[in-house]
């Protein structure tokens, strides 16, 4: 079957989902702002790149500036300033934002005015006291006497004389700077700042009868820098730049197969660039979603799987794990690179509505990539793995099996002059699988633990009921088919050296 495909390269229409709704999305639309030609790179990591161009009046010689509506999370660290004919001499940050909390603790040892109002009459009286402490609660000197001002409900009013001079309404990065000139030119500030990520969400509609799956690709990305970005031109980049060196490890699906295809989209040095469709505003406290792929009917099929370790041995039958197969190949319909994010699945129940069935995450994944995502636990079906014998052999019943023989991968060979003692056994395995489904399935049965280094891998399967493949020196895999509403067992004997 051939997918219908609608990949959006420069994404789609525009999904906003405030924490406040959408009347929040429009009050930032329209609030004021200081911010100048804004250019927003986010990236995987709740890290962001903000480049903000203003035109400013620059006196001559050596001045202050101010920039009110930078991020409340910069990394002043990484701040580049750049205006013609001026060079920057210092920078503050200020974090300390006007809030009631931090009006009353910058009012230690100042004198405010406390209004009172009777709740009978809405009498309102007024007192001057002076502020001792906000540690736990606020203490104030009134006259002669300490009071602690309660929380109880009662209508008490704080009012001060003015705002502390170190307070800032919205933050704000200033630079002292000397000018060889006077006059109004850009004057441009970049600078990183955490706060600021995006992440990828997929939705797939598993069709199990027709073997395909829809597939509907989001982009989260959320904002909590304290800062509203207003029009800004926006880019996405996937990918996972390091930071001091560190570079976190991905979550990795059950059965991933890198892909070798380059996909159409823009790419900067490693990393795939994911540019929103003209400028948009990201309000703070915001969540925004974007659409950047919807693909119809793309080949896939159900896996049922269980991984064995060696010897062991199940007291009860284990539930088989169930997934979800595809390829992200330009030839089986997907056709893309898919971000690092969770895939949830959904299928239809007999009245036609989708239902959740589960989730798996991936890594960054390429073009042309076989994927194999695990959804939960089967229900119908089980394995039970267990020693049937195990017994000490001989070496001439070892050299017997010979012929068995299994070749490391690379086919080299070791001479060593001293060796442990060997001995030799062998293993009679026996799995058992049960299906109580009402047609036939088949279970990826995979025999791990085989490998205990490299004196250990001349070990050989002298009997298998089911021919076995050989994935690696430390797994085998077994396609085994269960009839319906059935039960199998198969045995498998190893002969090794531990």
């Known amino acids: 079957m051939r997918a219908t495909q609608r990949i959006r390269h420069g994404f789609g229409a525009l999904l906003v989902i405030g924490l406040t709704g959408m009347a929040a999305a429009q009050t930032a639309e329209t609030e004021p702002t200081a911010q100048g030609d804004l250019a927003v790179t986010i990236y995987n990591d709740d890290r962001a790149l903000v480049q903000d161009v203003r035109q400013l009046a ?13 991020s409340a999370q910069i990394q002043p660290e990484t701040l580049s300033f750049n205006a013609d004919g001026a060079g920057i001499i210092e920078q503050n940050f200020d974090f300390d934002l006007l809030t009631p909390s931090k009006l009353m603790e910058k009012a230690i040892g100042q004198t405010v005015t406390l209004v009172h109002t009777n709740p009978a009459t809405g ?20 006259g002669d006497r300490i009071e602690v001002l309660r929380d109880d409900g009662l209508p008490t009013r704080v009012v001060f004389d003015g705002v502390p001079p170190n307070l800032r309404a919205r933050p704000t990065l200033s630079v002292a700077v000397d000018s060889e000139r006077g006059g109004t030119r850009p004057a441009s500030i970049r600078y990183l700042t955490s706060g600021l990520g995006w992440s990828a969400d997929y939705v797939a509609l598993y069709d199990e009868a027709k073997a395909t799956t829809d597939m509907q690709g989001w982009v989260t990305l959320t904002n909590g820098t304290g800062t509203t970005f207003h029009n800004a031109d926006t880019v996405l980049v996937a990918g996972s730049p390091s930071s001091n060196g560190y570079r976190g490890s991905p979550p990795s699906p059950r059965g991933f197969n890198p ?13 795939y660039l994911y540019p929103l ?3 948009t505003t990201i309000a703070n406290a915001q969540t925004k979603q974007v659409s950047f792929l919807d693909v119809q009917g793309v080949p896939a099929r159900k896996v049922y799987a269980r991984t064995v370790n060696w010897m062991a041995n199940d007291d009860a039958p284990v539930n088989a ?3 979800v197969g595809f390829s992200t190949s330009r030839e089986q319909g997907l056709g893309d690179a898919l971000p690092a994010g969770t895939v949830r699945f959904y299928q239809r129940d007999a009245q036609g509505t989708p239902q959740f069935i589960g989730e798996s995450n991936i890594g960054h994944t390429p073009m042309g990539s076989a994927l194999t995502l695990v959804t939960g636990d089967a229900f119908d079906v089980f394995v039970q793995a267990e020693v049937v014998s195990r017994e000490k052999i001989t070496s001439d019943q070892w050299e017997a099996s010979g012929r068995y023989r299994v070749i490391a991968d690379d086919g080299s060979t070791r001479t060593v002059t001293a060796e442990r003692p060997v001995e030799y056994w062998r293993t009679t395995m026996r799995y058992t699988l049960t299906n109580a489904k009402p047609a036939p399935v088949t279970v990826e049965l995979t ?9 250990s891998r001349d070990f050989r399967i002298t009997s298998e009921d089911v021919t076995g493949e050989q994935v690696n020196t430390d797994r085998r895999k077994y396609l085994v088919t ?3 509403n059935g039960k199998r067992e198969v045995r498998v004997t190893y002969e090794t050296r531990y």
């Open 58 to 70: 620059i006196p001559n010689g050596r001045s202050r500036i101010e920039f009110p509506d930078v």
């Open 259 to 271: 892909g070798t295809e380059t996909a159409g989209r823009e790419r900067l040095g490693d990393y």
């Open 447 to 455: 025999q791990a633990g085989l490998d205990r280094g490299w004196w």
């Open 123 to 142: 009498k309102e009286t007024r007192e001057r006291a002076t502020v001792l402490s906000t540690a736990g609660g606020v203490v104030v000197k009134i």
């Open 277 to 279: 469709p003209g400028r």
């Open 482 to 484: 269960v009839p319906a």
């Open 321 to 323: 794990t169930t997934a």
